[in-house]
């Protein structure tokens, strides 16, 4: 008897997918799948569904395995070498607390979310995707959490992220930008973060960032980084895939997929210039700036994904024009608003050395050079009168994508752009004409936003009374966890440990 | 002219021969290095091919072994056993 040949990967794959699939018959498969309609979204046949790179559970598991065992290889190796005093600074620190804080959470979110998106799919194909980005999130928040433990020995303001997630203002803006996703339905959830976050936006935080990760000493976070990178490639073709599957399926879906594309690309957009600030003000040696990245990841690689997908009939996100504007100052814009808001966060600002603004007027020339280097030096002087700048009050922020109300017009870096919108008689402000725009889609939703400065005003941050009482709600020490970096206990601890001193006593080991 | 694809992989041994494997079968490849990965470029179209990283390696390999060493990718997918494609289909 001739050996059978092997099963071909096509094969296999369908044979793991397809064949393993049923249709029920005690229930009807509207009742079992009650979700996957109600969006307006039309399938003919589900099994056109395709996964291109056609993993199977089996071979997941195997890829993964593997992954796992080189990540903790290297983190073991990381821990017992004292890894953290590699950094190229202990400012770099504060771009992990924020990773920490806003990033490893939605990684969480992501976990349930897709767990939720899959089950309410009736096509096997769909499932197995989400299935597998499930397990992948959730390991990307375990394997962050492990590699951060390290630094947490040695570090302030990485105790409470869990804590912080559902309290800290700033916070707030991950935390609603995936909770909106997870409230809407399974197709614009997969939508929103496979696509628009994803394939579109996240190249943005795993490629630059965590190169210059590398580029800082950080071997945890280049490390995982990569991993969970590993991942994304994956996810970000399932992202594609269920896009040009929804508009392969039926031409009613076009407009649909349109509405959600502009609303995610925006939302994401908006998202990432907290990233885009942590590459330009929180890597001590810079690798590309934020200007940079957008050029190569948007306007080169992100429309080059946008022309393929013109022969649907999609056009470009709507105010993707806005966002290109925006380059050469949101990165600035957010830096001077996280510097005067310091003593309610998690982490330490500062005004970045000479060297590093003359980078800043290299890559973004005269704008930077007239209104920002300006600002920063008159900020420093400040501080080195003894005067550090601290607006002591809560901001105003966006009803849509709560990042404070600070982002200029697109055409006037010298004025804010504040949009009011109003529903039932009630008037709320966003950020821009892209959050209005959202607002103005589905008021319903937004207008039930918890915002972190109203509802801490009306005493639903445990009374906190002040700036300074909402910080002690969050479980931030002053000066210690929050506030201006020179000076601060993390400064002396790595002032000491660069010159092989011990650990000085500080007043976080006396308040302990 | 097209649009770029593009893959980008972790600068490590491991990657090393495939990344020679995708310049040699690529001629408008172009591989940009910055910390830690290397991102290549190329108009069109960009194919792995199992047959040319085997030769680089000296080894078996199995296409979807390139998932451990792959960061990102832009361009529409295809793969099989012997080749995996990145393509934009304007």
Known sequence: ?512 | MADNVFLALQNNSEAQPIIEAILEDNPGAVANESPGMVKINCPGRLVVRRETVEEKMGRKFDLQEIHINLISLGGNIDEDDDELVIAWNT
Not at chain 1, 36 to 55: A, T
Not at chain 1, 62 to 78: G, N, T, V
Not at chain 1, 326 to 345: F, I, P, S
Request: charged fraction near 25%; hydrophobic fraction near 35%; aromatic fraction near 14%.
């Open chain 1, 1 to 512: 008897m001739a050996k059978a040949k092997r099963l071909g990967l096509k094969e296999r794959y369908s044979l793991m997918t397809r064949g393993l699939d049923w249709e029920t018959s005690y229930q009807p498969m509207d009742e079992v799948f009650p979700y996957d309609q109600y969006e307006g979204i039309k399938i003919i046949d589900w099994d056109k569904w395709e996964d291109p790179f056609r993993l199977t559970m089996e071979s997941y598991w195997k890829y993964q395995s593997e992954k796992e065992r080189k990540l903790y290889a290297i983190l073991d190796a990381f821990q017992q070498n004292n890894g953290h005093l590699n950094i190229s600074d202990a400012r770099y620190m504060n771009a992990v607390k924020l990773w920490l804080q806003g990033i490893t959470p939605l990684e969480y979110a992501a976990h349930r979310g897709f767990a939720h998106a899959g089950r309410a799919f009736r096509g096997a194909g769909a499932r197995v995707a989400c299935q597998m980005q499930s397990i992948d999130e959730l390991r990307h928040a375990q394997t962050q959490l492990h590699a951060f433990s390290h630094y947490n020995k040695f570090f302030n303001g990485m105790h409470g992220f869990a804590h912080m997630r559902d309290r800290a203002w700033y916070l707030s803006i991950p935390k609603s930008f995936f909770e909106d996703a997870m409230s809407a339905g399974p197709f614009e959830f997969v939508t929103s973060i496979s696509f628009a976050f994803e394939y579109v936006l996240t190249n943005l935080l795993f490629m630059p960032f965590v190169s210059g990760a590398a580029y800082n000493g950080d071997m945890a976070t280049t490390t995982f980084g990569f991993s969970a990178q590993s991942d994304e490639s994956r996810h970000m073709t399932l992202g594609l895939e269920v896009v040009k599957f929804m508009l392969e399926q039926h031409e009613d879906n076009v407009p649909i997929v349109q509405a959600w594309l502009d609303k995610w690309f925006w939302r994401g957009y908006r998202l990432l210039s907290l990233v885009g600030t942590m590459m330009d003000y929180m890597l001590p040696k810079k690798v590309m700036s934020w200007k940079e990245a957008w050029e190569i990841y948007w306007e080169e690689n992100g429309i080059a994904l946008f022309r393929d997908l013109s022969r649907y009939g999609i056009r470009l996100p709507k105010y993707h024009e806005v966002a290109t504007k925006e380059k050469t100052r949101v990165t600035h814009e957010l830096w001077a608003t996280l510097y005067q808001y310091g003593n309610a966060l998690g982490l330490h600002t500062w005004v970045p050395e000479d060297e590093e603004l003359d980078w800043m007027s290299e890559k973004y020339g005269d704008l930077f050079d007239t209104m920002y280097r300006p600002r920063l030096q008159f900020l420093r002087e400040r501080e080195e009168a003894g005067e550090r700048y601290f607006n002591n009050r809560l901001p105003m922020v966006c009803q849509v994508c709560q990042i404070p109300v600070f982002f200029t017009e697109p055409d006037d870096p010298e004025q804010i752009c504040v949009r009011i919108v109003e529903w039932a008689d009630t008037k709320h402000h966003c950020c821009s004409d892209g959050c209005a725009d959202i607002f103005n889609r589905e008021p319903e939703k937004y207008v039930q936003s918890l915002i972190p400065p109203q509802q801490i005003y009306r005493g639903e941050a445990g009374g906190a009374r002040d700036i300074f009482e909402y910080a002690e709600w969050l479980h931030l020490k002053k000066g210690i966890d929050s506030g201006e970096y020179h000076g601060s206990p993390d400064h002396q601890n790595w002032t000491a440990w660069q010159s092989g001193q011990p650990t000085p006593k500080t007043d976080s080991d006396e308040a302990a």
